[in-house]
């Protein structure tokens, strides 16, 4: 079974710019979640979904970012536009069940370097 | 918010020696879990504690679960070379709507063969 598969793997962009950054979670997983850690800092909750809807999104830090989830299935997350403080590795994990470690698993996350 | 402090923020060991890690919370956890992160990889699951009290093993790992459900700590045993990462404590409330979990900071162990 293939594993949440997180692209693209590093980016460095410059500030005020745009960046997205894509989510495949397990197949058959409704409950997909982003989290960030920012260097030296704790790993960070932003959103969840629960197929293609919003759950819970009281982690998102502004207005700039911008998460989907068309179809329920991969989901995608847009910072626009990236300031300095964006850095850091977004990490994405899926669910088979919500609130629940039922195959709770972490894809590799993306580096996110804002320069 | 609810927040983990994790301690030590990082150590560096000699090959063979016992480590010991911890968290603390302000507030009650469901669940408890500890992972490892590796470079360029995510956080993978270690252990997963359920009851407060519960002390759980998993080969030259052992956690425990603090009997008031706020705190928890981490134990590797004869450490080797590639137990080195980045260890995180985590909280869960499961049920109703929450699934997030929520993270310490970190400790970063180094292991010197």
């Known amino acids: 079974e293939a594993g949440v598969t997180q692209f693209p793997s590093h980016s460095v962009i410059e500030k005020g710019q745009t960046v997205t950054l894509r989510c495949d979670p397990i197949?058959?997983?409704?409950?997909l979640y982003w989290y960030r850690r920012v260097m030296g800092k704790e790993i960070k909750f932003l959103l969840h979904?629960?197929?293609?809807?919003?759950?819970?999104e009281s982690g998102m830090p502004n207005n700039r970012f911008l998460a989907e989830r068309t179809g329920g299935t991969y989901s995608t997350l847009k910072v626009q536009p990236a300031e300095l403080e964006d850095s850091g590795v977004y990490f994405c994990?899926?669910?088979?069940?919500?609130?629940?470690?039922?195959?709770?698993?972490f894809g590799s996350g993306t580096r996110l370097t804002v320069v | 918010g609810q927040q983990l402090n994790q301690s030590p923020q990082s150590m560096f060991i000699q090959e063979g020696e016992d480590v010991s890690m911890n968290c603390t919370s302000s507030?009650?956890?469901?669940?408890w879990l500890w992972y490892k992160q590796e470079p360029g990889e995510g956080p993978v699951l270690l252990i997963a504690?359920?009851?407060?009290?519960e002390l759980t093993s998993n080969g030259r790992l052992t956690a425990q679960f603090g009997i008031t459900r706020k705190d928890s700590f981490l134990n590797i045993s004869a450490s080797i070379p590639s137990d080195v990462g980045i260890y995180f404590c985590?909280?869960?409330?499961?049920?109703?709507?929450?699934?997030?979990?929520?993270f310490g900071k970190g400790t970063k162990l180094s292991v010197k063969p």
């Open positions: 979904f629960v197929k293609e809807s919003k759950q819970d």
């Open positions: 507030s009650i956890f469901n669940t």
């Open positions: 197949s058959g997983h409704d409950n």
């Open positions: 504690l359920y009851k407060a009290g």
């Open positions: 994990a899926s669910s088979a069940r919500q609130g629940s470690l039922d195959g709770y698993t």
């Open positions: 985590a909280g869960l409330n499961y049920g109703g709507s929450q699934g997030n979990l929520i």
